[in-house]
Nanobody, 126 residues
């Protein structure tokens, strides 16, 4: 069983930056594929960024060149550094983990992830 706990959300002005974190516990951290998703109430969940142990990453077009996903294996922590934030980035951000299957590798589809955190709210105002 894997537990995921996000933190670091908050309110920021458009153009600003924010870093959110996700601490993993309950299993071997580096044996899972990890990703960030976001969801606005009433809209579908959107895959934002994914990362694998080798450091390969994948981003949604909407955040490419603005967001950076990274992981610190020593701290069992996944990060999402968000820059040049826009009001449309406002959402609840969730981290997710999956066993290392071919489908889950760098996937931005939530159906491929089994474990989810409780989410952290990010609000960007203009």
């Amino acid at each position: 069983q894997v537990q995921l706990v996000e933190s670091g959300g908050g309110s920021v002005l458009a153009g600003g930056s924010l870093r959110i974190s996700c601490v993993t516990s309950g299993s071997y951290y580096d044996t899972y594929y990890m990703a960030w998703f976001r969801q606005v109430t009433g809209k579908e969940r959107e895959g934002v960024a994914a990362i694998v142990s080798a450091g390969d990453t994948r981003y949604a077009d909407s955040v490419k060149d603005r967001f950076a996903i990274s992981k610190d294996n020593a701290k069992n922590t996944l990060y999402l550094q968000m820059s040049s934030l826009k009001p449309e980035d406002t959402a609840i951000y969730y981290c997710a983990a999956s066993a290392m299957t071919a489908k889950a590798r760098l996937s931005l589809n939530g159906i491929n992830y089994k474990y989810w955190g409780q989410g952290t709210q990010v609000t960007v105002s203009s």
